[in-house]
Nanobody
Framework: QVRLVESGGGLVQAGDSLRLSCTAT????????MAWFRQAPGKERELIAS????????RFADSVKGRFAISKDDAGNTLYLQINSLKPEDPAIYYC????????????????????WGQGTQVTVSS
């Protein structure tokens, strides 16, 4: 059974950094592309970062490019999202997700590419 559990969210100040984690179980983590999404109140879920299954390529939404980094630790079955220079527009529930396809040859960037989700972790930013 695929299970994704996010952690690391909390209340931080604008300008601070934060690292989110997503622990995966129930599937061969090293063979799947992964991604981070976020959803702010009243807005649709947004794909913000994704990584190819082998970690050799990544993609970012324009809204986070240059501030966020995504990485995989295949040995530890964990996905990370490093968030730097937090802005007032970053508060949201952050979710990790797994690609529907094993060993996809490119970085998935379509929401429909992903088929398993965690429960999310809340990030709140104080100004």
């Amino acid at each position: 059974q695929v299970r994704l559990v996010e952690s690391g969210g909390g209340l931080v100040q604008a300008g601070d950094s934060l690292r989110l984690s997503c622990t995966a179980t129930g599937f061969p983590f090293g063979q799947f592309a992964m991604a981070w999404f976020r959803q702010a109140p009243g807005k649709e879920r947004e794909l913000i970062a994704s990584t190819k299954w082998d970690g050799e390529a990544t993609r970012f939404a324009d809204s986070v490019k240059g501030r966020f980094a995504i990485s995989k630790d295949d040995a530890g079955n964990t996905l990370y999202l490093q968030i730097n220079s937090l802005k007032p527009e970053d508060p949201a529930i952050y979710y990790c997700a797994r690609d529907r396809q094993r060993r996809r040859s490119f970085v998935p960037t379509d929401t429909r590419d992903f088929g398993a989700w965690g429960q999310g972790t809340q990030v709140t930013v104080s100004s």
